[in-house]
């Protein structure tokens, strides 16, 4: 992996929403990734429950985070989400979450990943999403 590439994921859990969320990096590698974030109320909807948009987030920030991971930084450093699906299959009850994504096709500048959110103690399936992310 490219020390570009490895800046971006050194520098991921500083980016201020990241750590307003506390994002932690548990793992990366070429075209997969995994985050987590600790429960914590300010991050509720209601008492006790992860906002959707937490979880939406996650798998975003996770998507991202696995597109960046298989990247040639010679082909561009600039990025953005293009789009994001999320179906949200389970509550999230005061548990701290992990996302696991892999970036399962690459274009010339769009890279198709897959997320699932679990939770940590259980492993139960909390939500799943794709996002489709351009680097150039």
């Known amino acids: 992996m490219s020390n570009p590439i490895k800046m971006v994921a050194e520098m991921y859990p500083w980016v201020p929403f990241q750590k307003l969320l506390g ?73 701290d979450i992990v996302a696991k994504s892999r970036a399962v096709k690459r274009g010339k500048e769009l890279v198709f990943c897959s997320i699932e959110v679990f939770s940590v103690k259980t492993n139960r399936l909390i939500a799943k999403g794709d996002i489709v992310y351009r680097i150039v």
Request: no cysteine; charged share 25%.
């Open 23 to 95: 994002i932690k990096i548990e793992s990366y590698d070429d075209d997969y990734a995994e985050i987590s974030i600790p429960f914590r109320d300010e991050l509720a909807g209601t008492p006790n429950v992860y906002h959707g948009g937490v979880i939406a987030s996650l798998i975003d920030l996770t998507g991202a985070l696995s597109a960046w991971s298989g990247h040639d930084d010679k082909k561009g450093m600039r990025a953005s989400t293009v789009s994001l699906n999320v179906q949200y299959l389970s509550g999230a009850k005061g548990e």
